[in-house]
T-cell receptor, first 112, second 117 residues
């Protein structure tokens, strides 16, 4: 049973466009929501993370939007670049559980 | 040093072989993890070590045997694996101080690509 549902499975965006990836969760105990970026043959790298007391967090071209009441969070990649082409995973965890519950992943392709 | 280093990067082993995967971090993290990742799938947790003690085993078959010799090192001993065990094996670490920030600094290594023939 997947605790975090992620969509879309894949997306293609033109260079300079906006990539949007959505995740939804059921467990209201989750209190930490990271996003990971993974290139082929590499391990996932932490991109940005948010806790539920904040509705939005921005780091460079990457923004997390968090809607606690809807139990949803999303990643926006602004001004997408070919180097952003990768698989993105959302995840969630709660205090006392070091396990990360991952979404299924979204493969982003940025066309030049 | 903000890295988790895994060796070897690639490993091919027969079903009767014994091999070990190694993981090292020098960030002072007290929680270390083994994950398994199949192609186009998210990582799946296998084991968690907290303060050098095994705290979580996600019902992993006994042909996988983890070991944490000290706070910086994590090994995964492999024996009598099956072809379906072929995957990317990822090591990760986090602060693990159990005070609500245990997930902070959760860092993955680049993984070992394991092929069982």
């Amino acid at each position: 049973q997947q605790q975090v549902k992620q969509s879309p499975q894949s997306l293609i965006v033109q260079k300079g466009g906006i990539s949007i990836i959505n995740c939804a969760y059921e467990n209201t105990a989750f209190d930490y929501f990271p996003w990971y970026q993974q290139f082929p043959g590499k391990g996932p790298a932490l991109l940005i993370a948010i806790r539920p007391d904040v509705s939005e967090k921005k780091e460079g071209r990457f923004t997390i939007s968090f809607n606690k009441s809807a139990k949803q969070f999303s990643l926006h990649i602004m001004d997408s670049q070919p180097g952003d082409s990768a698989t993105y995973f959302c995840a969630a965890s709660f205090v006392g559980d070091y396990k990360l519950s991952f979404g299924a992943g979204t493969t982003v392709t940025v066309r030049a | 040093d903000t890295e988790v280093t895994q060796t070897p990067k690639h490993l091919v082993m027969g079903m009767t072989n014994k091999k070990s995967l190694k993981c090292e971090q020098h960030m002072g993290h007290r929680a270390m993890y083994w994950y398994k990742q199949k192609a186009k799938k998210p990582p799946e947790l296998m084991f968690v070590y907290s303060y050098e003690k095994l705290s979580i085993n996600e019902s992993v078959p006994s042909r996988f045997s983890p070991e944490c010799p000290n706070s910086s090192l994590l090994n995964l001993h492999l024996h009598a694996l099956q072809p379906e065990d072929s995957a990317l094996y990822l090591c990760a670490s986090s602060q693990g101080n159990g005070l609500g920030t245990g997930r902070d600094g959760y860092t993955f290594g680049s993984g070992t690509r394991l092929t069982v023939v």
